[in-house]
């Protein structure tokens, strides 16, 4: 029997959150055959659940005030109350998934199953899914018995969506299951990022710096680079904290999601982190002197070399090219 999956749609401004679709994939992968419902909570839900049923072919829309602001204190009841036995469900591992996810799963006497970045065939109730440990040196097969159902966390960009087919999805509404929730918790305020000088989320070509650049005065070589390239410089997390760019430049789950064509990675090892900040699938090229450094499992293309070798060279290229 086909296992009863949802998926929990993040949203934001009405619209649904890429991780809604890679959840949707990363369902379809696990559970073949399966129609996922999509559970949408919040408050003025109609254009993120019309966008679900486009593409889905059912939604249940719980709308109330109290939800406009993901809450897990407020979710986890809503849940508990609203799931079948036996249910799949799939959150995304973000800080709302990695906060609601281990005590819904107790709660559901469920598996859970967190940051999920793969799957193998499933038999049956015997989910068969992939993890990485040590910073995504190791990646671990797991096998977990499902029978009383599952908590999965997926990790941001480990699913690329597909296309989900048109759909003429059923909007249920069952926001009356939502009156009265109550949590000790209350949100306060939502604190935009800075903007910076300029918005790297935006660019198509992004040359990414990272610790193996080795020193500030290094950056120099990367800034000529991405001259010449038409590029704009982004970094990983400790050019950051070292203050030698900006946080506006950061990429990762705690920095900026970029969608760009190319994306340069330089001297980075390829952290979950850093990784999960990088959509759409670009051109990957990773330089690093490490062979054996992560990246390379996530590059299209892979150069071993020392950047500051490299970097002069590969610029003074690009100038006798033009
Ligand atoms: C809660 C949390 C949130 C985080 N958020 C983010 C985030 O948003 N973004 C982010 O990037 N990180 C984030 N991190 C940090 C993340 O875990 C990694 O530590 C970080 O991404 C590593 O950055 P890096 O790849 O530049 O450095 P390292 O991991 O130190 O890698 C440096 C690489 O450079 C290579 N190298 C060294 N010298 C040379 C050379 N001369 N030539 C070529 N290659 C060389 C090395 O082989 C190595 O692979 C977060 C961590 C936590 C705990």
Redesign the pocket.
Known sequence: MVAKVFIFVAHTDGKADDTAFELVTAAKRLFPGCAPVALVTGSGLDGVCQEMAAALGEVWKFDQAALAHPNAELLWPLLVKVLPAGAMLLLPHSSLGMDLGPGLSVRLGAAYLPDVVGTEASEGTTLRVIRQEF?GQVSTHLHCDASGGAVITVRSGAFPPEATGSAVGQVSDRSGDAEGLTARRTFVEVIPAEAGDIDITREEVLVAV?????DQENLALAEELALAMGAALC?????VDAKWLAKSR??????LTVQPKVYLA??????F??L??IKGSPLLVA????PN?P?FQAASVGVV????ELLPALTEKIHQSR
């Open positions: 910073n990272g610790r193996g650049i080795g970094c990983s997390r400790p050019i950061q990429v990762g789950t705690s920095g330089l001297g980075i090892s390829g952290s982190q850093h999960g900040g330089i690093n002197k490490n450094a990246i070399a020392d950047l500051l």
